[in-house]
């Protein structure tokens, strides 16, 4: 059973920098196939893929946070993490971590399209 649980969030002000982890459990991430990711979704809006990884460390980001986040992870932490620099106010949502297994096999075919099939519970992200 894959559990995601997510930390780091907060209030910070506009061009201010957070640091996001997820730490997962039901699966290791040097032994298994998957994916994972960060999303978010703002009040009134729909959720949206910010910044996937898969096993192999090739990354995908939104348009909208290119060259201000970097999506990363700690293999022998099983934990993944999200920095979050040069924050907007409209970065401002509830963040999630997702993970897929196995994403379409060795090393994942990652996309914010993709099922993911376990999700955390989510960290709060404030920025005015």
């Known amino acids: 059973h894959v559990q995601l649980v997510e930390s780091g969030g907060g209030s910070v002000k506009d061009g201010g920098s957070l640091r996001l982890s997820c730490v997962a459990s039901?699966?290791?991430?040097?032994?298994?196939?998957?994916?994972m990711a960060w999303f978010r979704q703002a009040p009134g809006k729909e959720r949206e893929g910010v910044a996937g990884?898969?096993?192999?460390?090739?990354?995908i980001y939104a348009d909208s946070v290119k060259g201000r986040f970097t999506i990363s992870k700690d293999d022998n932490k099983n934990t993944l993490f999200l920095q979050m620099d040069t924050l907007k106010p409209e970065d401002t949502a509830m963040y999630y971590c997702?993970?897929?297994?196995?994403?379409?096999?060795?090393?994942?075919?990652?996309?914010?399209?993709?099922?993911?099939?376990?999700w955390g519970q989510g960290t709060q992200v404030t920025v005015s």
């Open positions: 990884i898969n096993a192999v460390d090739r990354t």
């Open positions: 997702a993970a897929d297994l196995p994403c379409g096999g060795w090393p994942g075919l990652i996309s914010f399209d993709r099922s993911f099939n376990s």
């Open positions: 039901g699966f290791t991430f040097v032994t298994e196939r998957y994916c």
